[in-house]
Nanobody, 123 residues
Framework: VQLQASGGGLVQAGGSLRLSCVAS????????MGWFRQAPGKEREFVAR????????DYADSVKGRFTISRDNAKNTVYLQMNILKPEDTAIYYC?????????????????WGHGTLVTVSS
């Protein structure tokens, strides 16, 4: 499984970005998908996840109401719409795929990881 994330960049505080992650798999719909991020000097943290269907989502408290995760199974793609960005959102954002029967936000539940895309929010 290969995951290719894109869409990062430099944006001013209050702005928006949409990240995309394309998975090279035959049965994308069978993977739970997640977004994580790692800021400089900090540990990787959970951002959002989505289950096999679009109705099952979960978010970190720090991004609730600002970020939206979605997926298009026909395109093997998961998205992260990020609005009202803050400087503290600056990080490398990673998409991840899980085949676990357990739905959760813990990184070990995710089998496959992309290389990440850098998001920088200026104040």
């Amino acid at each position: 499984v290969q995951l290719q994330a894109s869409g990062g960049g430099l944006v001013q505080a209050g702005g928006s970005l949409r990240l995309s992650c394309v998975a090279s798999v035959r049965t994308f719909s069978s993977y739970r998908m997640g977004w994580f991020r790692q800021a400089p000097g900090k540990e990787r943290e959970f951002v959002a996840r989505i289950g096999w269907t679009v109705g099952s989502t979960d978010y970190a408290d720090s991004v609730k109401g600002r970020f939206t995760i979605s997926r298009d199974n026909a395109k093997n793609t998961v998205y992260l719409q990020m609005n009202i960005l803050k400087p503290e959102d600056t990080a490398i954002y990673y998409c991840a795929a899980s085949t676990s029967v357990i739905a959760g936000s813990q990184a070990p539940l995710y089998n496959y990881w992309g290389h990440g895309t850098l998001v920088t929010v200026s104040s």
